[in-house]
């Protein structure tokens, strides 16, 4: 019988065929909130122009209500800017598009599945057989072989994440938004997720935009950290982080990627524990 190992999938054609390999093409974005109750609007976004490559995993941090969410919202098609070019996938968002999945902080699942039938949830285009075989792969990929027929009421914060993830990747989509993913989880299980997704990614290759406020979670995971400035959110500064993976927390060349990013943010000080 052929083993259903993580091995990286091939059996869908890649469907980016972006002539210019830019799954994400910001140009200007800006977004202005209607003031409630009589208050003045609120401006949360002051015009980023960013390009995200196919394939790469690019990191948003910025303090907490600096409008990272709310980028976030706008690649995904849940809400629309007041204004600037978005083009994602080589065509221009008008709203929310399967070929893209979302992964939030918490409750992605459905309460009334077990693990296997959350996983195969996007699944019914597939036969039986292929389906099956998708769940096995992913269930093994993230980390959950022996609780296939589980609920999430009966599996921790970061088991739960974990069959998110699985069913983001099952679907195979050409692009996941991340929020937070790991934000309500203790710093162990975070600290394990994060490496379990660069691994994941690394087989998988996704095109991923990932949002924290949490500086070490960008450094770790990141190809390129867009730091944002508080709001209304504009690119403060865009750091490569050019390091092998999985990343030492403890390397000179980490350590010097992270001061960039906390300079950026104009907290150096902070982070050298003055
Ligand atoms: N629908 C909305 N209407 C009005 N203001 C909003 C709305 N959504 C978000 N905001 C405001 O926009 C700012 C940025 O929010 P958000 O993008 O969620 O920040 P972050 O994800 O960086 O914490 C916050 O000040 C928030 O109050
Ligand atoms: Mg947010």
Redesign the pocket.
């Given at each position: 019988m052929k083993s259903a190992g993580p091995t990286p999938r091939n059996d869908l054609p890649l469907r980016h065929t972006v002539p210019n390999g830019l799954a994400v093409s910001l140009r200007d974005l800006r977004m202005t909130?209607?003031g409630?109750r009589g208050q003045p609007p609120?401006e949360?976004i002051a015009g980023i122009d960013l390009d995200v490559h196919v394939g790469e995993f690019v990191v948003l941090v910025?303090?907490?209500?600096?409008?990272?969410?709310?980028?976030l919202?706008i690649l995904g098609g849940f809400?629309q800017a007041s204004g600037g070019q978005i083009v994602v996938g080589g065509q221009p968002v008008h709203g929310p598009d399967p070929r893209r999945i979302f992964v939030f902080q918490e409750n992605g699942v459905f309460p009334w599945l077990n693990v296997v039938d959350n996983i195969g949830f996007g699944l019914s285009k597939h036969s039986r057989a292929e389906r099956e075989q998708l769940i096995a792969h992913y269930v093994e990929m993230v980390g959950l072989k022996g609780f296939e027929k589980a609920y999430p009421r009966e599996l921790s914060g970061g088991m739960r994440q974990r069959v998110e993830l699985a069913r983001a990747l099952a679907a195979n989509p050409e692009i996941i938004w991340m929020?937070e993913p790991f934000g309500a989880l203790d710093y162990l299980t975070r600290l394990k997720m994060r490496s379990d997704l660069v691994r994941i990614w690394q087989s998988e290759r996704k095109t991923i935009v990932f949002?924290t406020?949490d500086i070490d979670e960008a450094v770790q995971l990141a190809d390129r950290v867009v730091v944002l400035t508080p709001?209304p959110?504009k690119i403060a500064a865009i750091v490569p982080i050019d390091l092998p993976r999985p990343r030492d927390m403890d390397a000179p060349d980490y350590l010097h990627a992270r001061d960039r990013i906390f300079e950026a943010m104009g907290n150096l000080a902070l982070a050298r524990g003055r």
């Open positions: 909130f209607p409630q609120v949360v910025g303090p907490s209500g600096c409008g990272k969410s709310t980028v919202n809400q929020d949002v406020h709001r959110a």
